[in-house]
Each structure stands twice: as structure tokens, then as C-alpha cells.
């Protein structure tokens, strides 16, 4: 194989969605890779163990990562600063600590201090998933024609860099390096503002009375539907992004209200010249996307 040195032994904390669909890459590119599962809950090392994508299951994290060459942190970004104080003194020397959580400052902010001399922290975000979670939802193909974003710090080993962007890329990714600061704010516009609408809207429903909501799940089809499938995602994931992406969420946020609110003021004046306009525009965006074969 070309490319850097496979791993030898990877610890994957948390066994849902990403990670178990990492797993399952390991499993086809690098079988001699050993993969070391470790979850909050028994059922889910359980689970993960009959599915066939971890040679040992664990749910002592500090174990799990003892002698790896790799760690993966793929639990909520909440989850990942006790973890981190749970895992530092067993890091092995030489070994890469990196995660996929959907947000990076704060999640570095939360592991730096925890990462002893000689371990390097390379902090990542495979931009791909579904609203599904655990271990029976993920599959190796998830990532494929996806970006994977990396946000080294400054001084990281760019031989350790390297190693995560070809695991990344041999799962199919195409991957990009950023500041964490920037990824964050381009993630709250792409995926936490269009998450938060989701919430927004459905939980609007289920505000309305008993006859106009069985309407809404009738006609769901004419547009409310593709709100219900972001707004099923995970909901601790999904608090504990916007707690840990705050700054850049109120950011977006405002901006969105000020539009909205011209948007209101268009249909209360009658002002078909300005939807249309708009409506125009947005219309090139969708192109934009299919475009760039991510639709
Ligand atoms: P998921 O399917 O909900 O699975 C989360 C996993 O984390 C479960 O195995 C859970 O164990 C485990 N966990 C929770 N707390 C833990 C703890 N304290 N110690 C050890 N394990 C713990 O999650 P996911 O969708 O894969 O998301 C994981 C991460 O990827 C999140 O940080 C998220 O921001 C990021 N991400 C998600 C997506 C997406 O579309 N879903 C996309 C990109 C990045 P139990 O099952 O035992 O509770």
C-alpha cells in the first residue's frame, strides 16, 4: 500500500454513527488494524461486538486507549473534556489523538490541556452522517465523495497531519485543512443554523392544535417532511453543538432574523418584485450545490 503506514492499533470512543462507519472502513482497508471499541453502555459494546467491527470492547476508556498508535473520540463534543482528563496519562507516546466532532474550537479548547508532551492532537470533522445513531447505523460508504476537515493547531507534526488525512482519505474523503475559528463559522451556516430551523419548525407544530397537526402529517409530503427528517437527529449531539458552538450560532442566527424579517415585511406589503428576486437567487444556490456533486 502507498501512503503512510497503516495503524496498528486504533481506540474508537463512542461506537455510533461515525465511528462504528470508521470501523467498518478499518475493517476493509486495514484488516490487520486492531480495533479497540469503548461506549458509555454495555448494550452497545454488545451490539458493536456481534456486528463484527471491534476485536475488543471496553467501557473504561483510559484501557481502551492503552498501546494504540490511534485514538478517535467520537462520542458527543460534551462528552470529550472528561474524557480527555480520563484518557491523558494513558496515552501512549507517538500516538495521534484526534476526534469527529462537529464543532473544533471548543473541542480543542476542551482536549489541548489534557494531551501530554509527545502525543499529537489532530482535531477532524468528517462532514457526512444521517440522522441515524449507535453502532447498527453506520456503513463503510458514508463518507465517500464527502469533505473531511482538519483543524491542526499551528505547531502539529505534519507527519501526524498527514496520517489523518490519509485515513481520511482512504474512507473516500477529500481532505481540507482549516482554522478551527473559520470551520466553525462556516459549519453554522451550513449545518447548525439549517439544524436549528429544523428544530424550530417542527417543534412549531407541535404547538398547533390536534386537527391542524394531523393536516401536517397528511400533507407532510408538500415540504414539512425534509424539516422532520434533520429535526429526528440526535439530540444530545445536537444541544451540545450549539452549547459549544455559541458564538458563531448567535452570529448566523441574527443575521437569518434580520433576513426573515424582511421577508415578512415583503409579504405584508405586497412586494412580489422582492420574493422573486430572492426566490431567484436561492435557486442558483441549489445549482451551486448539485454542482459540486453535494446534493
Ligand atoms: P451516536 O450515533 O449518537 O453515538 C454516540 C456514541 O458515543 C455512542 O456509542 C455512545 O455510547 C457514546 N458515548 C456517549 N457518551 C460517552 C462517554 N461519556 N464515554 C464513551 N462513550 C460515550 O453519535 P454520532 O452521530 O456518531 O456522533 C458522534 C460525534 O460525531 C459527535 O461528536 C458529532 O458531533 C460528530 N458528528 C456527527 C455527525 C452526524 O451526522 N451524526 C456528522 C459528523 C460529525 P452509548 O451508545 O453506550 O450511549
Known amino acids: 500500500m502507498s501512503g503512510p503506514e497503516p495503524f496498528a492499533r486504533v481506540a474508537l470512543i463512542g461506537l455510533g454513527l461515525i465511528n462504528s462507519s470508521l470501523a467498518r472502513v478499518l475493517r476493509q482497508k486495514t484488516p490487520a488494524t486492531e480495533i ?5 453502555s454495555q448494550a452497545t459494546l454488545d451490539t458493536s461486538a456481534s456486528l463484527g467491527f471491534v476485536d475488543r470492547v471496553t467501557l473504561d476508556a483510559a484501557e481502551a486507549v492503552a498501546g494504540c498508535d490511534l485514538v478517535v473520540l467520537g462520542s458527543p463534543v460534551g462528552t470529550f473534556a472528561g474524557l480527555a482528563a480520563q484518557i491523558g496519562p494513558h496515552l501512549a507516546p507517538g500516538a495521534i489523538l484526534t476526534d469527529v466532532g462537529s464543532v473544533k474550537g471548543a473541542v480543542f479548547r476542551a482536549l489541548a490541556p489534557h494531551v501530554p508532551a509527545g502525543v499529537h492532537l489532530i482535531p477532524g470533522h468528517p462532514v457526512a452522517g444521517t440522522e441515524h445513531s449507535g453502532p447498527e447505523a453506520g456503513f463503510a460508504e458514508m463518507f465517500e465523495g464527502r469533505w473531511c476537515i482538519l ?10 497531519v498527514e496520517r489523518i488525512a490519509a485515513l481520511w482519505r482512504m474512507a473516500g474523503m477529500t481532505v481540507e485543512l482549516m482554522d478551527a475559528e473559520h470551520h466553525d463559522a462556516v459549519l ?9 430551523i429544523a428544530y424550530n419548525i417542527v417543534g412549531t407544530v407541535t404547538d398547533l392544535e390536534e386537527e391542524t397537526r394531523q393536516e401536517v402529517f397528511k400533507y407532510a409530503a408538500a415540504g414539512f417532511r425534509d424539516f422532520t427528517r ?15 458552538n455559541r458564538g458563531a450560532v448567535l452570529e448566523m442566527l441574527g443575521r437569518f432574523t434580520e433576513d426573515l424579517t424582511a421577508l415578512q415585511r415583503a409579504i405584508r406589503r405586497g412586494d412580489g418584485a422582492y420574493l422573486e428576486a430572492l ?15 453535494q446534493a
Do not use: Y
Open 36 to 40: 479497540v471499541g469503548c461506549a458509555r
Open 151 to 160: 483543524t491542526p493547531p499551528q505547531d502539529a507534526d505534519p507527519e501526524a
Open 188 to 196: 453554522a451556516i451550513t449545518s447548525h443554523l439549517p439544524h436549528l
Open 230 to 244: 434533520i429535526a429526528a437527529s440526535d439530540p444530545v449531539m445536537w444541544r451540545d453543538i450549539f452549547l459549544n
Open 279 to 293: 426566490f431567484t437567487r436561492t435557486r442558483a444556490i441549489r445549482r451551486g450545490v448539485i454542482d459540486a456533486r
